[in-house]
């Protein structure tokens, strides 16, 4: 007769099967910020990813050009800012029928990132991530936490505190 009522027993009886690689590491949402230009973010700061149309942005006056607009999400009002351009890359297309936001948030304030595709989430392990100082254009440095290199791409291991800081100057 099996036992089962003790954990130890119960565990005898499960396959043994090692931890996959891909299981570790930490969550990141990859996206392209433009055209050739993967990043990624870390799950801990991306609250979530709206499909959105040009429409329900309130566009502001005097804004910087990569300040895309207001919007009332759930009750609260956030600015939306076209990521890549603000980083000096070419801006999103503004004539789509929606735009791709990631919603990132710190302690203090929520902001709207337009991307140009969400790709879905991957684990990276901290020891793969490299310096941004060689890799990238100085201007985008202050905005990375680092780069990882990753089959035949540099994916741009962005600071959401950076960013946010930056969009609030």
Partial sequence: ??????????????PKQPLK???????????????????VLSMTQAQEVILLAPSRLTPMPNMPAYVMGLLN?????????DLARMLGLPGVETN?????????????????????TVEGVIR???????????QVSS????YLRGCILQEQEILLLLDAEAIMHNAQQ
């Fill in 96 to 116: 789509v029928q929606q735009y791709n936001i990631v919603i990132i948030r710190n302690q203090s304030a929520t902001l709207g990132l337009i991307v140009t």
């Fill in 73 to 81: 999400r759930r009750y609260r009002v956030l600015w939306v800012i």
């Fill in 124 to 134: 990276l392990t901290s020891e793969c991530i490299q310096s941004p100082l060689e």
């Fill in 1 to 14: 007769m099996l036992d089962l009522s003790t954990p130890k027993n119960a565990l005898d009886f499960l």
């Fill in 21 to 39: 690689a891909k299981n570790k590491g930490d969550t990141y949402l990859k996206f392209q910020l433009a055209k050739q230009t993967p990043a």
């Fill in 139 to 142: 201007s985008i440095v202050p």
